[in-house]
């Protein structure tokens, strides 16, 4: 079997497929996407991909070696989101190939379900408490059963009691709306100071977090651990980070538990699987990132399937969104109960709808919100 050729959509909201075709008529499809650069993502895998055509898709491992080692500088956003998306096409070609999902070619299924957790970012600029508590009600009534809030503004280098006050008071109201049931993860976005997160941790343990994801950025690891080292609340990483090399200070250092390789960043559905396999050695569980399209999805599911430290599997949707990607595929992924059930279709599981591809198709340009302003008009970070 021999590659012929790559093609690439754009979707929206702001997704990018990549299709792969072969002399033998199997098509694969991938995700290669990094938020807001997609026309940038787009042009380095028609770049990588005049290294592959011509050979055959089912030797995984030594063409992401060719794309990422061959062209002698490596790494960085985006190389490892163009090299993940081709990555996850050649997986679903060899699984359609040989009629077995993915998951079947990595060791067999460690679950039979995977557990979800979806966003309670209200579709509103400044929402209220009570906006943020509605819809983490509406989250769980959809059958989530663990949730992620963000912080909503920036925080100064060392901010207020208020400002302390402010998030502490929120996170409580998501708790007593949802209850002790439920897990509740906060993404602090790396928009908080070495100085200051250790305190929102300290003031934030009562309510017990799921994890707190990011609490600083994560370019200084040693940062990172000191916050680690500060409180009980398990520290979450990984969606800036890439391939197992971006993730190995981190491991080894203990500056997070969860891990959160993209696999549509990160290098791919295997490079995640050896991330996964590098943090059990220190007993860190997985929380792959997914903020993205259907593909990326399909792809997680097909990881998280194989991995046997395995927490729960970010999913983008809105409520009642039980359907990303309803029109784009076949069929829409179904969650019950808070789980999404094992993929058991040959390669990610999934047929893709070419006429909705091209009906939701748009020029690929689309902005990061820049309103993350500090009261001096300074950036703070997004
Ligand atoms: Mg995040």
Partial sequence: MKITKLETFHVLPRWLFLKIST???????GEPVLEGRSTVVEEAVHVLGKMIVGEDPRNIEHLWQIM????????????????SGI????????????????WQLLGGKCRDRIRMYAHITPNVENPTIEEVCDWAKKRVNDGFKSLKTPMFAP??????????????EKFAAIRET??????????????ISPAMAPI???????????????????ENIDAMVTVARSTTIPIATGERLFTTWGFREVIEKQAAVVLQPDVSHCGGILQAYKIAAMGANYYCSMAPHNPLGPIALASCLQLDTCIPNFTAQEHPTTPNGHDLGKELFVEAFEIKDGYIDVPMKPGLGFEVNEAAVKEYSYDG?????????KDDNSLGDW
Avoid: N
């Fill in 68 to 83: 990422y080692r061959g062209s002698f500088y490596r790494g960085g956003a985006i190389i490892c989101s163009a090299i």
């Fill in 87 to 102: 990555e996850q096409a050649l997986w679903d070609i060899k699984g359609k190939a040989l009629g077995v999902p993915v």
């Fill in 178 to 191: 949802v209850g002790k049931d439920i897990d509740i993860a906060i993404d602090f976005h790396g928009r």
């Fill in 155 to 168: 925080v100064r280098h060392i901010d207020t009691m208020a400002t302390v006050e402010k998030y502490v």
């Fill in 365 to 373: 340009y689309y902005t990061c919100p820049m309103e993350f302003h």
């Fill in 23 to 29: 002399d033998e008529g199997i098509c694969g499809w």
């Fill in 200 to 218: 929102m941790c300290r003031e934030l343990e009562q309510f017990y977090p799921m994890f707190i994801e990011e609490p600083v950025l994560p």
